[in-house]
């Protein structure tokens, strides 16, 4: 049998906002499976859809750079804050980002690339034995606008183009490259606060649309509704669930009133063509990582319940 620890049930309470009791229950329910007693909490109607904490566990800086119609962003970690704060670090992650900008986001081939007299890893490894800190490029990848421009914006910048959070927006279009400049970078500052998983509907994963459908389905079903109305309930549910997830649908933050998707086609005719959203890029420093953190109350917790 799986132990249920203090730290377990404090992990999904921070995933869902479900109380101590409830969250316990569903991982006894689940067997100790995460992701599972989140599902089973919400078809309870005991929490609020999965929001994805980013547990991060690296330090470091996310560099971003654009040239045209084209741009990058690279992770670069460190094992404290204080070397984000580094002059020669931040030169290596922008140079870095050039690197990728001109030869390839692809991690392992980008170490091997030439800057300044030496490859990437090499860079790295000097500014290793240099600054006394573990460091490690961890992810890099490009967006491309066939005829258009490339909003950016990086959030908590400590230089230009390095921050903790980078994103890039494609806009497809022939508009005024002025007015596509503005947007874009309004689009991407959406982005950075939003964090939407898809540009659309269409570009979500098929499992995650399933997933919340069932969720949907159930509560629904619980309610004692006939089946044509339970379709209905669903139906209406998903739709909310795109406007949470899906970039074209999400309230814009600089004008809640408005969509996306409302918001950009105002614009259109200020840059005398149509916009296109091509799509986008968000690196989030650390996201996906787990932190390795020492909880002594927890600790002292789950010691307690088997002594």
């Not at 269409?202 to 339970?230: F, H, W």
Request: charged share 25%; hydrophobic share 45%; glycine share 10%.
């Amino acid at each position: 049998m799986v132990e249920i620890t203090a730290s377990l049930v404090k992990e999904l309470r921070d995933k869902t906002g479900a109380g101590m009791m409830d969250s316990k229950a569903a991982l006894v329910e689940t067997k100790g499976d995460i992701e599972a007693a989140v599902d089973w909490l919400r078809k309870k109607g005991l929490a609020k859809a999965a929001k994805k904490s980013g547990r991060v566990a690296a330090e470091g800086l996310i560099g971003a750079v654009v040239e045209k119609t084209k741009g990058v962003l690279v992770e670069v970690n460190s094992e404290t804050d204080f070397v984000a704060r580094n002059e020669q670090f931040q030169g290596l992650v922008k140079l870095i980002a050039q690197a990728a900008l001109h030869n390839s986001t692809d991690v392992e081939k980008l170490k091997a690339v030439k800057i300044g007299g030496q490859t990437v890893d090499e860079a790295i490894a000097s500014a290793i034995a240099t600054i006394g800190e573990n460091m490690t490029l961890r992810r890099a990848a490009s967006l491309s606008a066939g005829e258009g421009a490339i909003g950016s914006y990086v959030h908590s910048s400590v230089a230009d183009g390095l921050g903790k959070i980078g994103v890039l927006v494609a806009l497809e279009s022939k508009g005024k490259p002025d007015v596509l400049a503005e947007i874009g970078r309004k689009l991407a500052m959406h982005v950075a606060a939003a964090n939407p998983q898809a540009v659309d509907s269409s570009g979500l994963d098929k499992a995650t649309i399933d997933r919340e459908r069932a969720v949907l389905s159930e509560k629904a079903q619980a309610s004692g509704k006939p089946a044509n109305v339970i379709e209905k309930i669903v139906e209406s549910g998903l739709k909310t669930f795109y406007k949470e997830v899906c970039l074209v649908d999400q309230a814009f933050v600089h004008d809640p009133s408005k969509s996306v998707a409302q918001a950009l086609k105002e614009t259109e005719g200020q840059a005398g063509a149509p916009i296109k959203i091509g799509g986008f890029l968000r690196f989030a420093l650390g996201e996906g990582v787990e932190k390795q953190e020492q909880d002594f109350a927890a600790e002292v917790a789950a010691a307690a319940k088997t002594n």
